[in-house]
């Protein structure tokens, strides 16, 4: 071990080749072949690999094929405008592709604060987070049945809650230009109303009802022509839950998608409440873990 060690470090115990030895182009060979945490951790080891690590052919097969458009967009969500994209457009040219890459991974704001993406670091595929404030909520304006409450269990802070209504609905969509990949959409949604007392978590249960009598249908759909639809009871109070809606496949990361999405219980035989909603999550689908609630039916 110490020997590979003194090796890596370029350092010379006796005769023979070490790393440092190595040709740059040979070790940029080495790191295509990992992953960007990986490329990182090998950048430690000497010279040559801290070079190679630094390399544009290196990291831009890290990203996406659309890299550009994604960093006009995060350029404009940082609160330029057109020409703030386009200049970011010109920059993704120009700029180290390791500093794009490190931009793209940093989560970023848009459409008003409402929606936030950001680049995966173990692969090469985008998660967006809508707020629930850009959702279109049934009754939303009327607070004997929603309201917007602050909740520091929220990337945005705030998240809908609901004392009661006889039809809940909640829909929304978004149009982004995604990388290629297949993608899962998820409601991220919390029975009870959870807050905060004498520092300790705690969370009431006052308006909880209704879920258990009929299940809450799940749609989603894209501008290609895909599909998808669940339904499941909601359970298990107390703690957030990413109900699967469906998955989706991006074939041409050139052209935007467009995608729409309902969490809806439109039988009005009964009220329902106790319900928070946070956001709806998009993220690809080698992240998820396909294990689904057991109430799914």
């Not at 350029?75 to 120009?94: F, I, M, P, Y």
């Not at 501008?223 to 009871?233: I, L, N, P, R, T």
């Not at 106790?274 to 690809?284: E, F, N, Q, Y």
Request: net charge positive; glycine share 10%.
């Amino acid at each position: 071990m110490g020997a590979v060690a003194s090796s890596a470090r370029g350092g010379r115990g006796g005769e023979g080749t070490v790393l440092g030895d190595l040709p740059e182009s040979c070790v940029a060979e080495v790191l295509l072949r990992l992953d960007p945490p990986e490329i990182c951790r090998m950048a430690r080891l000497s010279r040559t690999f801290r070079g190679a690590a630094s390399g544009d052919g290196v990291w831009e097969s890290k990203l996406p094929r659309n890299y550009a458009r994604l960093l006009a967009v995060a350029a404009a969500g940082d609160g330029g405008e057109r020409q703030a994209a386009a200049t970011a457009a010109l920059e993704a040219e120009s700029l180290p592709k390791k500093e794009v890459y490190a931009r793209l991974c940093r989560r970023t704001r848009f459409d008003g604060g409402k929606k936030e993406f950001w680049l995966d670091k173990g692969g090469r595929g985008i998660c967006m987070s809508i707020s629930s404030m850009a959702l279109s909520i049934t009754g939303i304006d009327d607070r004997r049945y929603w309201n917007f409450i602050p909740n520091d269990e929220s990337r945005f802070h705030t998240v809908a809650y609901l004392s009661q209504i006889w039809w809940f609905e909640v829909r929304g969509e978004v149009e982004f230009c995604f990388p290629e990949g297949t993608y899962s959409l998820f409601y991220r949604v919390h029975l009870g109303r959870p807050f905060k007392r004498l520092g300790r978590r705690v969370c009431s249960s006052e308006h909880i009802h209704g879920w258990d009598i009929k299940p809450v249908r799940f749609q989603m759909s894209t501008s290609d022509g895909q599909q998808a639809q669940s339904k499941c009871y909601l359970t298990d109070p107390g703690v957030w839950i990413n109900h699967h809606v469906g998955d989706f496949v991006v074939k041409d990361s050139s052209k935007p998608t467009n995608i729409r999405f309902a969490m809806i219980q439109i039988d009005c035989t009964h009220t329902k409440g106790g319900l928070c909603v946070d956001s709806v999550v998009v993220k690809p689908q080698y992240l998820t873990q396909k294990k689904l609630p057991r109430c799914y039916v």
